[in-house]
């Protein structure tokens, strides 16, 4: 693998989604894990057709990081640090953290921008658009959140801080009222 051309995939997966759920349940990583596998079948082939080696880079939205991003990130941190002069351990933190970082911004921008273009399009007063957003996560996850025996609490806020009903509503019943 050394001296081939690498394509890194990077994906960031729900483990909370029907799909994943479905699959390989609530542990910890297995997400992560099934998007790798996905990312290989959808291009190993293509990668190999060019020489290239194929690296997922899978991560979960609550991030837990695949197996196989964990091994490449160890093996780069390992170079890093040679020519750095420091340790592995630091040169890992670095990389996770400039990932991570990236990530949070990339994320906080895409939600920004969607949820923006849902105020200006949908013409809603403030909360409707929330409300209509829990409905509708409602009507994907009731049935296999009570199959599991779990509560469907949706906790959605609008660009512009507007909570939804049961957003409001889980804040009061712990005592907490959301930051505007």
Known sequence: M???PAAF???????????TLNEVG???GSAAGMAEVCKHNA???KCTELGWVCISLAVETYGCWGVEVQGSISRLAAHLALQLQCSKSKAITSIYQRLNLTLVHCNARALLSRARFQHSVSGLAAGQAARATEQRKHDEN???C?????ICVPMVVEAYRAWGTEAMESFSL???SPCN
């Open 142 to 144: 009731d049935a296999k």
């Open 26 to 28: 609530a542990r910890s």
């Open 43 to 45: 291009n190993d082939a």
């Open 2 to 4: 050394i001296g081939k």
């Open 174 to 176: 712990l005592g907490l």
């Open 9 to 19: 995939d990077l994906t960031v997966v729900s483990p909370l989604n029907s799909t």
């Open 146 to 150: 009570k199959e599991l025996g779990w």
